[in-house]
């Protein structure tokens, strides 16, 4: 992919993990409830990790896809607790690469990663029996046609559960009962306000030691954690459950 928006994250994705700085704030910052071994590249945690279990109630054997999977560690956590099968798809090769890589780290062999999208899954009509994605939507332009080709890809009775951020002016609930889905569930997450503002504030206070360690791929990380903050408090990160009609 070149020219989209998010290959400004592909040299984040392949030295992100070559940082002691970023993993100590992270770690500072939500404690145990930070789930590290899953190398997460967002402000995924044990506790939303559970909530997505218990939403998505997968069967054993059931075939979740993980849309926006970056290096993969949400969704393999997911579907191994579900003893369901996983499908990850990213746009960005790095993250692909590093998904497989964590798959057979940790050991989970009933997972497979390919490069796509929300808006090209490459999956046929009703593919799989539910969707996870995680802090991956508010980077997607058209959400219409994103959750147009998640109804189309799951089956009838299928679940979609996401987090992302809800700005003012978006109604994801809203959408997708549009798109043919009964929304479910749509809550905020623990204390994400307090958390995130912390991880930025810790990210431009210690910006020397992450730009040394991170190379160029630190100026996406600052820029981020600069313009982030002015907008973040009616920006809240949200889960939201819906059931294909
Ligand atoms: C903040 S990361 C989250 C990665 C992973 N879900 C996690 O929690 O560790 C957002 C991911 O969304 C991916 N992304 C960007 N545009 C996308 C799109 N149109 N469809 C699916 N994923 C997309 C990015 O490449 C990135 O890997």
């Not at 798959?103 to 593919?127: I, P, Q, R």
């Not at 503002?197 to 360690?213: D, F, K, N, Q, W």
């Amino acid at each position: 992919m070149s020219g989209v928006a998010e290959e400004r994250y592909a040299d984040f994705y392949t030295r992100q993990l070559s940082s002691p700085t970023l993993l100590r704030i992270y770690q500072d910052v939500y404690g145990a409830d930070y789930p590290e071994e899953l190398r997460p590249f967002g402000f995924v945690t044990r506790t939303d990790l559970a909530r997505f279990t218990d939403l998505l109630a997968l069967p054993p054997g059931a075939l979740l896809v993980d849309l926006g999977c970056g290096r993969g560690g949400p969704g393999i956590e997911v579907a191994r607790k579900a003893g369901a099968r996983l499908l990850g798809l990213d746009p960005l090769e790095s993250a692909v690469a590093g998904a497989r890589r964590l798959a057979a780290e940790l050991g989970f062999t009933e997972a497979e990663f390919g490069v796509g999208g929300f808006t090209e899954t490459g999956l046929g009509e009703a593919a799989c029996d539910a969707v996870l994605s995680v802090d991956a939507l508010w980077m997607v332009w058209n959400k219409r046609a994103a959750f147009a080709e998640v109804a189309r890809v799951l089956r009838p009775g299928g679940r979609l559960v996401l987090s992302t951020w809800e700005p003012p002016y978006l109604d994801h609930a809203g959408m997708l009962e549009k798109a043919g889905f009964t929304v479910t569930a749509r809550e905020e997450t623990g204390r994400w306000l307090e958390r995130q503002t912390e991880v930025y504030r810790r990210i431009l206070l210690e910006s020397p030691a992450l730009e040394s360690e991170l190379g160029p791929g630190a100026a996406v990380l600052l820029a981020e954690a600069r313009d982030t903050p002015e907008t973040l408090p009616t920006t809240p990160r949200i889960i939201v459950a819906a059931t294909l009609n």
